[in-house]
Nanobody, 126 residues
Framework: QVQLVESGGGLVQAGGSLRLSCAAS????????MGWFRQAPGKEREFVAA????????YYADSVKGRFTTSRDNAKNTVYLQMNSLKPEDTAVYYC???????????????????WGQGTQVTVSS
């Protein structure tokens, strides 16, 4: 069983930056595709970013492209989401997710992932 624990959320002013981390348990991290999703109050969970298991391919939602960057350190079983130029509309609970496979075109869908973290709150004030 894989456990994912997010950290790094908080309150930040618009234009500021935050770096989220997601630490994974288990020995399969380097073989997993990792994703980031977010859910704002009253809205469905939406895709933010995904990274291939060796880190050489990344994908982003249009709403965060150019502002957010995901990376991973397989030696530390950790994936990161660097968020710059934050906007109030980025306010949400951010989740990391893992899938026991290489990256496919299904990375966008919540149902594709096998494991989820508990989420970390990000609040951007105007």
């Amino acid at each position: 069983q894989v456990q994912l624990v997010e950290s790094g959320g908080g309150l930040v002013q618009a234009g500021g930056s935050l770096r989220l981390s997601c630490a994974a348990s288990g020995r399969t991290f380097s073989r997993q595709t990792m994703g980031w999703f977010r859910q704002a109050p009253g809205k469905e969970r939406e895709f933010v970013a995904a990274i291939h298991r060796n880190g050489d391919f990344t994908y982003y939602a249009d709403s965060v492209k150019g502002r957010f960057t995901t990376s991973r350190d397989n030696a530390k079983n950790t994936v990161y989401l660097q968020m710059n130029s934050l906007k109030p509309e980025d306010t949400a609970v951010y989740y990391c997710a893992a899938r026991d496979s290489y990256l496919t075109t299904s990375y966008y869908y919540t149902s594709w992932y096998d494991y989820w973290g508990q989420g970390t709150q990000v609040t951007v004030s105007s």
